[in-house]
């Protein structure tokens, strides 16, 4: 079982040795990691012609379109909600319809995050009250999709490091099988 | 032509005023605009059982896959990134393989507002530098589906109300068919 390994991951310090810690992981469970990072092979000839941002954006498609199952990282990022590539390439394999599971190592839920990112006064606007961890099209899509999101309260220091929630993820999607 | 009307628009304090706004512009091109806000007909049996937030992940899904194209409204909102449910659709359009055009109100380039938004120390991790107006997977997209991404440089009072950057979306979408 190929699995696509969404998340802000490429942006931290050391991405390449978080893509094979999470590969390592995916290895335990019988399942291949396939990262963002990886080159996709045989590059289509129409690639060539691309810049780089163009390039990643169809190998990251492409990649995911190669994958059974797709398990994100949507602690969120620079906001209150999980980062908007990760959250794309959910719609994407959503479409395909296949399983996607998601993870995040932030307890509070969606709408007191906002709250707490808008302050007392907010923007004016709707805030999404239905108890979920993100915008409702993100786990309306994990669930529909036979996923789980799996959350986990992580001290902050511990955030971008812990894996148990997305080994989590992989256990489920095992058992789906 | 049927436009799937992506955004956070649904989220403004007059969200049916605005919809009815977004669609009268469809008209004007010829086309008919579908909104989040609409109701799915006919209602498929088990998303009687869903709950709210379930049921309109699912109608939303069902839209946009009743829609030949989609245009998001790309404004950021509540961090330097758009917002992540009209991501996520447009993630779900890509796949289906079906243009998609994106719209924004806001001038300055993703990674400028990431700077902006992190401050002078950042956050440790990465800072996309490739000179789009949002994550690569969004105008990557956007690109390779054959749409297009029109930014206006707003002031920020008229960031959502200013419709222009919509109409032009629209007018390229009709140019390419």
């Known amino acids: 079982m190929r699995i696509y390994l969404a998340g802000p991951d490429v942006f931290l310090p050391d991405p390449i040795g978080r893509a094979e810690a999470l590969k390592a992981i995916c290895a335990r469970f019988g399942m291949v990691g396939v990262s963002p990072l990886d080159v996709f092979e045989p590059a289509p000839v129409e690639w060539a012609t691309l810049d780089e941002a163009m390039r990643i954006a169809r190998q990251n498609e492409a990649h995911i379109a190669s994958c059974d199952a797709l398990v994100a990282n949507l602690t969120p990022f620079r906001g209150p909600s999980a980062d908007v590539g990760t959250v794309f ?5 959503r479409a395909l319809g296949r399983p996607v599971c998601g993870w995040s190592n932030h307890p509070a ?69």
Chains 1, 2 share one sequence.
């Open 89 to 93: 390439e959910i719609g994407f394999m």
């Open 109 to 177: 839920k969606f709408a007191d995050r906002t709250r707490e990112f808008l302050g007392p006064s907010g923007d004016g606007m709707l805030i999404e009250e239905f108890g979920l961890a993100d915008n409702l099209m993100i786990e309306g899509a994990i669930t529909a999709s036979g996923g789980a999101m799996v959350v986990k309260d992580c001290p902050h220091h511990a955030r971008w490091s812990d894996l148990e929630a997305f080994a989590n993820c992989l256990a489920l999607l095992g058992q789906r099988t």
